[in-house]
């Protein structure tokens, strides 16, 4: 077994407002092992970016706030660090990409700029030689024409070449996490392709671990080993890839992966899971998929699951206990 | 970028012409006769009508417009109805002293205010960001007159530590003429009596002039910060791993910096405006002070003389900012 890289164990980020208190992520764990890719999957809203930004600390406070548990990075917890300690880890050992190349990238300073930032801060490296390396990312991350393309604005370059530069950076100081928040949801689907490839690449060459947030099953069937599927700020089901899609648990994974469109079966209209997210500040005492689940039971609405192994996968779910059958 | 400063200069004539038009027309509606003004209470009715003629008054508007502006391409602003002296000179000894006090007053404003406003903006909703919004919400509503008074019997007649009246202590030589900016043309000549007695009695009409546009400046430059601080692009900047100082004096400062550009171009013409009041409290001997005297004396070549510095010196401000903005931001392209 590889080395554990990142280890969360029970993380609570909430949201504070005047009126009510928004759980926006509710006791995850999870655990990403050097060189292997973790997909966070689940709908908006449900926790997959405040759990990014946590691991980083970039919650912005006020309204959010890191309430409970540990985050282990490389056995080390990040929560216990100090700002300046967390600076250095940023953009360093642990960098992130964002959904939205286009507005992702400063308008008033040219990407090379940008690039040398962080490799000048963590590196110590001179302005030259920072230049430098800033365009040699650049080349790695396919950008044609890198030496040009660093003297550029951001608005010169379309939303796949913007991704890259922003890949370019945070692959910069050889980080061992990538947390990549849907890196190719505004990009069309050539783009999202060769980004996804170039990722992959990358991964393999670089050996770093990936945290792949997504709500394309599709993406994370091609990219990752293992997947977390999250619904309203909790973990539902945790498996590899291959499990999941053979045998899949929880009824709201089976859901999603049923809302994927197929080509070689004729429907007249796609899958989709009735109802909407419930509201985060007001969480009965109970499954919070309940009011969504096509196999709900009376049992489902009196008390909260446990995550528990079943098989091959961590399930949260009434259908797989004992109590089901009373 | 050339091209188009040409053309915005081709626009400032237009602008001007406009300006003029206007103005010498406004300036000849008022009902009252420069001539019988000028030649005294005690003038016969025949040396009225050769004074009338002498100053190109018995002619048609259009024709008074038409030699007015025959003129100025010369260079010729025409001669002061009171001082009998032309009015290019005057202006040329007047003018320095407004410059000098509005750029200096802008120069506060743009700096307290830009500062006053990033400090609130990052410390959001704290006691200072209160007590910040308060004092530039009572800047950019108290009058410019009021203020000035209270400056006055403050600093003056109670604590006596900020002279009033002029812009040089009495006795003071002025520095050696250059610019005719006192603070520049002493630095330059050496001086440094002079420099300090500039400086402080520019003080208080410069703060009395810029302390509404700080407020403008203050409450903008708060909201721009804010509005920048949760954008994307700061989001990256602090997942780089860069200081917050750093994430927000370069980052986000470069942003808000913008649309403040503009807005210093607009709070010129503000501030030139508001030297009328300031200048004539401190008795400061610019040209707002010029252009009351002017007024209240019919004084037609003065008043236009007067108008004229101020559009063009406004004019050309707002396209100085214009290509500021093209130069701060680089999706800005002027064609």
Redesign the interface.
Known sequence: MEEVILEIKDLKTYFYSDKSVVPAVNGIDLLVRKGETLGIVGESGCGKSVTCLSILRLIPDPPGKIVGGQILFKGEDLLAKTEAEMRAVRGNSISMIFQEPMTSLNPVFTVGDQLSEAIRLHQGVAKKEAKQKAIDMLKQVGVPAPEQRAREYPHQLSGGMRQRVMIAMAISCNPDLLLADEPTTALDVTIQAQILEMMRDLKDRLGMAIILITHDMGVVAEMADQILVMYAGKAVECATVKTIYKNPMHPYTVGLLDSIPRMDVDVEKLHVIEGVLPDLSNMPEACCFEPRCPDARSICSQKEPDLEQVGDSLVRCWKYCPEWRQ | MVAYTARRLMLAIVVLIGMSLMTFYISHAIPGDPARLASGAHAKAEQVESLRVQMGLDKPLPVQYMIYMKGIISGDLGTSVSTRRPVADELKEYLPATIELSVFALIISVVAGVFFGIVSAVRRNSALDHFLRVFSLVGASIPVFWLGLLFLIFFYKQLNVLPIGGRIGIGINPPTKATGLYIIDSILSGDGIALKSSISHLVLPSITLGYSSMGVFTRMARSCVLEVL????I?????????ETIVVYK?AL??AI?PLITLVGLQFAYLLGGTVLTETIFSWPGLGSYSVTAITNLNFPAIMGVTLTITTLFVVINLITDLCYAI????IVYK
């Open positions: 949760s954008a994307d692009y989001r990256t900047a602090r997942a780089k791993g860069l200081k980052h470069r942003n913008l701060a931001d680089p999706r």
